[in-house]
């Protein structure tokens, strides 16, 4: 029995895109998870797992419509889907009253329920958040039952406030597999046995790394899984080295050129770090070139001539400073005390 698992591909939501990005990223949800349904038909996956959070928030009718006519495309695979947290079941939810077409199997109930593919041996067990929030650490009770010779848990949270999760009674729950959702880094919980798909596409600056789906198989030797990249972007933080010869130009070219080295279609954080002439001050708003920098973070120093101050200021506040941390290492946290304190106090005559 072959599987796709997905899980936060969180429809509705705005996901940070930069400039260039900005207007077209809420819209590369869609395209994404169309592309994945694509898969499912071209690979003739059987079952396409759902973990939670289908949508960013309380999803509409027509939204709900066009997930379905994407599914009911699928010749072979059969869609099993939970609400989480962020699409979770309020008593008006649209969820609860939508037509499906006749190969997807929700499983929106607040008490865990089972879905069995008797063609395929294999049951999906899971249920629903009906809150916000739940904090009891509901999966430790719940165990395979033997409804089937395959056995699946979909399942989604892992912090305190959204079903604790606790590795030694899911290792112990009898599932030959569990999808799990809410964490948007893809992991591995349990080799061959628990694995989080992450979310699809990555939703915020903060969701860096490969994002995509896993692709599994379970046979009578056991469950086999394989994270697949698949996101159009990837938010990529990096520490930029400067040095006191720089000006805002050069530091913008080569900006550039990181980028289009590590793509253009990506987005990206940058941290500047090293030093700058203490004359100069990097004009952080004007370096995004091709519009696909999310955020400049300048934590660079002040490239001093000590000695020469040292010798201008003997007798003043500034000289006995240099003076108190004579013989500290370029590099060290010394060094930088000495910079940052100059910093301040030549801000400070001036």
């Keep these: 029995?072959?599987?796709?698992?997905?899980?936060?591909?969180?429809?509705?939501?705005?996901?940070?895109?930069?400039?260039?990005?900005?207007?077209?990223?809420?819209?590369?949800?869609?395209?994404?998870?169309?592309?994945?349904?694509?898969?499912?038909?071209?690979?003739?996956?059987?079952?396409?797992?759902?973990?939670?959070?289908?949508?960013?928030?309380?999803?509409?009718?027509?939204?709900?419509?066009?997930?379905?006519?994407?599914?009911?495309?699928?010749?072979?695979?059969?869609?099993?889907?939970?609400?989480?947290?962020?699409?979770?079941?309020?008593?008006?939810?649209?969820?609860?009253?939508?037509?499906?077409?006749?190969?997807?199997?929700?499983?929106?109930?607040?008490?865990?329920?089972?879905?069995?593919?008797?063609?395929?041996?294999?049951?999906?067990?899971?249920?629903?958040?009906?809150?916000?929030?739940?904090?009891?650490?509901?999966?430790?009770?719940?165990?395979?039952?033997?409804?089937?010779?395959?056995?699946?848990?979909?399942?989604?949270?892992?912090?305190?406030?959204?079903?604790?999760?606790?590795?030694?009674?899911?290792?112990?729950?009898?599932?030959?597999?569990?999808?799990?959702?809410?964490?948007?880094?893809?992991?591995?919980?349990?080799?061959?046995?628990?694995?989080?798909?992450?979310?699809l596409e990555p939703t915020d600056k903060n969701d860096t790394g490969q994002h995509g789906y896993i692709q599994g198989e379970i046979t009578e030797k056991g469950t086999k899984i394989e994270f697949v990249p698949f996101a159009k972007r990837k938010y990529i933080h990096l520490i930029f080295t400067t040095n006191q010869h720089m000006t805002n130009a050069s530091v913008k070219t080569a900006l550039a050129k990181v980028t289009e080295t590590r793509g253009k279609e990506n987005l990206y954080k940058f941290i500047l770090r090293g030093f700058r002439d203490p004359e100069l001050e990097f004009d952080l708003t004007h370096m995004d070139t091709y519009g696909n920098i999310l955020e400049i973070l300048d934590e660079t120093i002040p490239a001093y001539d000590f000695e020469k101050l040292w010798q201008e200021n003997k007798e003043n506040l500034i000289g006995k400073y240099i003076e108190a941390f004579q013989g500290c290492e370029e590099g060290s946290i010394e060094y930088e005390a000495l910079c940052e304190g100059i910093h301040a106090l030549m801000e400070n005559r001036e």
């Excluded at 979770?88 to 069995?116: A, C, H, M």
């Excluded at 919980?189 to 628990?194: E, F, V, Y």
């Design 1 to 199: 029995m072959r599987f796709i698992h997905i899980a936060d591909v969180h429809l509705g939501a705005s996901p940070d895109g930069g400039k260039a990005y900005s207007e077209v990223r809420a819209r590369e949800l869609w395209e994404t998870f169309a592309k994945v349904t694509e898969r499912c038909e071209a690979e003739k996956t059987d079952l396409l797992l759902i973990a939670g959070d289908f949508f960013h928030r309380q999803p509409l009718k027509k939204e709900l419509k066009e997930v379905d006519y994407y599914f009911s495309k699928l010749t072979h695979t059969r869609v099993v889907l939970i609400a989480g947290n962020h699409d979770f079941l309020k008593q008006d939810s649209y969820y609860r009253t939508f037509s499906w077409s006749r190969n997807v199997f929700p499983l929106f109930d607040g008490k865990t329920e089972s879905i069995i593919f008797e063609d395929l041996e294999t049951a999906v067990t899971g249920f629903s958040y009906e809150s916000r929030e739940i904090r009891e650490p509901r999966y430790d009770r719940i165990r395979a039952e033997g409804d089937a010779k395959y056995e699946i848990l979909l399942a989604h949270g892992g912090d305190e406030k959204h079903i604790p999760l606790r590795r030694e009674y899911l290792e112990k729950s009898g599932f030959d597999y569990i999808a799990l959702g809410h964490i948007h880094k893809p992991q591995i919980l349990i080799p061959g046995k628990a694995a989080y798909a992450g979310a």
